[in-house]
């Protein structure tokens, strides 16, 4: 078993994700040493691939927050625009959407929603409703089909899951990934696990070097959404099928599997199986 949080560079984002590999093989082969081998360079593949397109996702949130550090309030055409020129859909397969969600104190949130409604949204609010002490709902997420309109207000601190790491990426400054939830875009159909990838956004100018500074100062969060079979397709779509692997929320089990290639792909049968070893 290999944890992503003890890999290089991918070790930056904080993740709480597992992955396990098992190999398989024809019947009637042995598992020698070049089996064995084998099974070493796929493994290794599919951590290196994996991380490779985490950090690629993540370069776009950084780029989300280089443009509201450009400017003094990014507007809904800017985003709009900002999404559209990164491609995702034909350069980043597998994530959901990128938004923004905004830091909203009590007291703010009527006129955020006031705010939001004369853009052309009537309907929106801050979902669920309740008296929360703070509030960080979608108010920007593209492309807004019919998937991500299902998230466009949703106060992703009213969340257990969702706001522990708000408040991990909000403290540290660091790009941050939820564990397993499932995302508020699932339609009842082909509901897969998911998580956020979120990344902080203070107020320009302001001190941001303590922890108390970070709370003071937070804005709101550059975040994607993704769904995990769709992600994994997209990111093991020219690897070996010599290799199966699960991928876990924490310590392996039924309720913490995020996502597994032996299920999504109709694979027969295992004929062998082996591990990664914990990296020291």
């Known amino acids: 078993m290999a ?4 890999l290089t560079p991918f070790a930056a ?11 398989w093989y024809v019947a009637g082969s042995f ?35 280089g443009l509201f550090a450009a400017s003094e309030q990014v507007s809904r055409e800017e985003w709009i625009a900002f999404v559209r020129a990164q491609s995702i859909q034909q ?9 923004y969600m905004q830091h909203v104190l009590p007291e703010e949130a009527a006129a955020l929603v006031a705010q939001v409604r004369t853009e052309g949204f009537a309907s929106f609010d801050i979902l669920p409703e309740g008296q929360r002490p703070e509030y960080y709902p ?14 466009f207000g949703y106060d992703t601190f009213s969340e257990p899951v969702r706001r522990a790491a708000v408040e991990l990426s909000r403290d540290t400054g660091k790009t941050t ?13 082909d509901v897969q696990a998911g998580f956020l990838m979120m990344i902080p956004v203070y107020e320009n100018g302001a001190p941001a070097q303590t ?3 970070r709370r003071d100062g937070i804005e709101g969060f550059v975040y994607a959404p993704f769904r995990m079979n769709d992600l994994m397709k ?18 392996p089990s039924e309720e913490t599997l995020m996502f597994d290639l032996v299920r999504v792909a109709g694979i027969p049968g295992i004929v062998s199986t082996g591990r990664l070893p914990r990296p020291c």
Not at 138 to 151: C, H, Q
Not at 178 to 187: A, F
Not at 234 to 251: H, L, P, Q
């Open 177 to 189: 990934i939820t564990g397993k939830i499932t995302l508020v875009q699932e339609t009842g159909q």
């Open 3 to 6: 944890r992503f949080a003890s």
């Open 138 to 151: 979608v108010i920007y997420i593209e492309p807004l089909d019919e998937r991500n309109s299902r998230a």
């Open 211 to 213: 922890v108390q500074e």
């Open 13 to 23: 984002l904080a993740i709480t994700l597992s992955i396990t590999l098992v190999s």
């Open 234 to 251: 997209g990111i093991i779509g020219s690897t070996s099928k010599d290799v199966a692997f699960a991928i876990y929320d924490g310590a």
């Open 31 to 65: 598992v020698n040493g070049l089996a064995a081998q084998k099974f070493d360079d796929e493994a290794a593949q599919v951590v290196l691939s994996t991380n490779k397109r985490m950090e690629e996702y993540e370069q776009v949130l950084i780029g989300g927050k």
């Open 91 to 99: 350069r980043f397969p597998g994530i959901q959407g990128v938004g």
